[in-house]
T-cell receptor
Framework: RKEVEQDPGPFNVPEGATVAFNCTYS??????FFWYRQDCRKEPKLLMS???SGNEDGRFTAQLNRASQYISLLIRDSKLSDSATYLC?????????????FGKGTHLIIQP | DGGITQSPKYLFRKEGQNVTLSCEQN?????MYWYRQDPGQGLRLIYY???????QKGDIAEGYSVSREKKESFPLTVTSAQKNPTAFYLC??????????????FGSGTQLSVL
């Protein structure tokens, strides 16, 4: 069975610090990867796609390590508003619904 | 603005009652999904549909039913056979053209509780 694993946390981090967390996946044929952010009792919202070359969007950097089968999310200069649960999504080839696998999320708490 | 609309935001079910959650999208997406989320848990797939008049069971379809009569609409019925329906239900859609880079868009969710 395809698996996507995340450290559930919570990660308690002081404001302004840098925090990183990973998401490991079991299917070496996985094609696409995404990070979503979910606030309590809200819908997940796309944070960023993860490209093979790595990508950056402001304070957020996502990277893919195919050899070790994980993706990572780095948040620099963390803000109180970054407190949320971060979900990784792994998509297998074919793109059908059963090709989408969600991690259970990493809970991040930024403390003042 | 294009998007996915779920209603109602909160829903209460009595014992033995069927209830229907609405999901409508105007993104012209082919693929639509229903997920269930329990507190502190990940998303679990209930049903999905990749084209009108066709749908497939997900991992936890028992006690649920769906229909896809129109491209825009994918309602979920929680039947009385679902003995533990209390959860946060999320509808999602994506273009569904087979490109693995297609992003998934979510509705705002429905919180279902049992009276």
């Amino acid at each position: 069975r395809k698996e996507v694993e995340q450290d559930p946390g919570p990660f308690n981090v002081p404001e302004g610090a840098t925090v990183a967390f990973n998401c490991t996946y079991s299917n070496s044929a996985s094609q696409s990867f995404f990070w979503y952010r979910q606030d309590c009792r809200k819908e997940p919202k796309l944070l960023m796609s993860v490209y093979s070359s790595g990508n950056e969007d402001g304070r957020f950097t996502a990277q893919l390590n195919r050899a070790s089968q994980y993706i990572s999310l780095l948040i620099r200069d963390s803000k109180l508003s970054d407190s949320a649960t971060y979900l990784c999504v792994v998509v297998d080839s074919g793109g059908g619904a059963d090709g989408l696998t969600f991690g259970k999320g990493t809970h991040l708490i930024i403390q003042p | 603005d294009g998007g996915i609309t779920q209603s109602p935001k909160y829903l209460f079910r009595k014992e033995g009652q069927n209830v229907t959650l609405s999901c409508e999208q105007n993104l012209n997406h082919d693929a639509m999904y229903w997920y269930r989320q329990d507190p502190g848990q990940g998303l679990r797939l209930i049903y999905y549909s990749q084209i009108v008049n066709d749908f497939q069971k997900g991992d936890i379809a028992e006690g649920y039913s769906v229909s896809r009569e129109k491209k825009e609409s994918f309602p979920l019925t929680v039947t009385s056979a679902q003995k533990n329906p209390t959860a946060f239900y999320l509808c999602a859609s994506r273009p569904g053209q087979g490109d693995t880079n297609e992003k998934l868009f979510f509705g705002s969710g429905t919180q279902l509780s049992v009276l």
